[in-house]
Nanobody, 123 residues
Framework: VQLQASGGGLVQAGGSLRLSCAASGRTFSSYGMGWLRQAPGKEREFVAAISWSGSITSYADSVKGRFTISRDNTKNTLYLQMNGLKPEDTAAYYC?????????????????WGQGTQVTVSS
């Protein structure tokens, strides 16, 4: 599967952005999907994940209540709605796929990665 993330940009603190991740191939609907991010000088960290069906989601504590992960299997697309953005959310955001279908917070469990989209939150 190939993944293409988009929707990043520059936003003021408190603002919102919606990231999208378009997937190619017919197996998207069977994959667990996740969003992870990496800030300069820091390790890549888990943000949110969703099961193949969309019925189970998981969030990092730092984004819980502000971010919402969702997917549309008919459109082969993953989303991340980000509200109440903070300067500490500034990072490159990556979508990733886990062929096992479950949700995971561990970056090494994801086999496929998109190219990343930059989110910058100004104070």
């Amino acid at each position: 599967v190939q993944l293409q993330a988009s929707g990043g940009g520059l936003v003021q603190a408190g603002g919102s952005l919606r990231l999208s991740c378009a997937a190619s191939g017919r197996t998207f609907s069977s994959y667990g999907m996740g969003w992870l991010r990496q800030a300069p000088g820091k390790e890549r960290e888990f943000v949110a994940a969703i099961s193949w069906s969309g019925s189970i989601t998981s969030y990092a504590d730092s984004v819980k209540g502000r971010f919402t992960i969702s997917r549309d299997n008919t459109k082969n697309t993953l989303y991340l709605q980000m509200n109440g953005l903070k300067p500490e959310d500034t990072a490159a955001y990556y979508c990733a796929a886990d062929p096992r279908g479950a949700i995971t917070s561990m970056p090494r469990r994801y086999d496929y990665w998109g190219q990343g989209t930059q989110v910058t939150v100004s104070s």
